[in-house]
């Protein structure tokens, strides 16, 4: 293993400052009128999909109790977490 010392690039620069320039003019602030009535449609839309949600686990809350009644009753429960590996031939 020879260790060569490695090459470095010398880069010389030089500093280029652009001339003044005078800036475009920024557009006017949004109307409170417009701002206003985005925020009213933000919150109704996000009243609304709530008040989609809520309603939609009260019907699934319906079903299920409907179906708990028909069904034996369930004396324990138990979740488990399943890690399954398929595993192929040493050595390949």
Known sequence: MSHEPEETEVVEGVVVLDAPRELDPQRPPLSP???????????????????????????????????????????????FLIDVHVLGERGK
């Open 33 to 79: 009128m417009l701002v206003q009535t985005a925020a009213a449609m933000g919150v109704s839309m996000v009243a609304g999909a709530t008040a989609v949600a809520l309603v939609h686990r009260r019907r699934a809350r319906r079903i299920a109790r409907s179906r708990r009644k028909v069904l034996a009753p369930v004396l324990a429960s138990r979740s």
